[in-house]
């Protein structure tokens, strides 16, 4: 992404415009069209963090996907851990992803309606930490799935956007969702939900969150991070072949 935004006319500033065209498309068609807005407390604001911090995790997973294919000459070429390719590609991500963050705050304090950052915001900091180790366990798993089945590539948007709509992105999941508490308890198992949700009572709300929300995306970090490097550590004498 990096390397593609020099070649633009605005450079870096698509990282941040990239996201703001979607948040504005976003707002159009289920803010105004469909009225999910009724009831959210600054919608657009509810929407913008939603879909930046989104973004960042499933960058690193369609990214993962590709991870091996891409860097399958330098497999070949050199030696050297094959994990540095996923994760390379988790660190590139978290380096556009921090300075737009702080764009979206800045924009968040002065857009009305004009929210008030509370003492709170620094929860961002181990939430986007915990995020990152989330997304690196995501990339090593997908960067071995991907080599495995080459057509991953061609689906990963479609697994993306079913995910998209199950994280809350764009309503609360809990009043949509009120009477069927089964659904509902899978929805808030979905680890993008508890890391959406923490971030705008951090940010946006300035309140605090269940604990059983930190404890969720503490557990998927730390548990796919442990299933997805092994995973990908496993494959790891096949790297640099046609097949797995």
């Known amino acids: 992404m990096s390397g593609s935004t020099r070649k633009n006319l605005l450079g870096y500033g698509w990282l941040f415009l990239n996201p703001m065209l979607s948040v504005l498309a976003y707002s159009f068609i289920f803010g105004f069209i469909l009225n999910t807005a009724r009831g959210v407390e600054n919608f657009l604001g509810f929407l913008v ?21 891409s860097g399958s000459a330098m497999i070949k070429a050199f030696q050297f851990p094959r994990a540095a390719l996923p994760i390379s590609i988790v660190v590139r991500n978290l380096l556009d992803f921090v300075p737009t963050l702080a764009v979206m705050v800045i924009v968040l304090i002065v857009v009305p309606p004009a929210e008030t950052i509370t003492w709170r915001v620094i ?3 181990p939430l986007v930490l915990l995020q990152t180790i989330f997304n690196v366990g995501l990339a090593c798993f997908m960067a071995r799935f991907g080599h495995r089945i080459p057509d991953l590539s061609n689906i990963t948007s479609i ?30 198992a979905n680890p993008m939900y508890s890391v959406l949700e923490l971030s705008r009572n951090c940010i946006l709300y300035g309140v605090d969150s269940p604990l059983w929300m930190w404890a969720s995306v503490v557990l998927w970090a730390f548990g796919l991070l ?11 004498e096949s790297y640099g072949r046609h097949r797995a």
Not at 49 to 69: N, S, W
Not at 165 to 179: H, M, N, P, R
């Open 49 to 69: 963090i939603g879909v930046f911090f989104f973004q960042y995790t499933l960058k690193c997973m369609t990214g993962g996907a590709g991870a091996i294919r």
């Open 123 to 125: 929860l961002i900091i």
């Open 159 to 188: 697994i993306g956007r079913f995910w998209l709509y199950g994280s809350g992105v764009f309503f609360v999941i809990d009043e949509k969702l009120a009477d069927k508490p089964t659904l509902l308890a899978v929805m808030h």
């Open 226 to 236: 442990l299933f997805g490097f092994l995973y990908f550590w496993r494959g790891e």
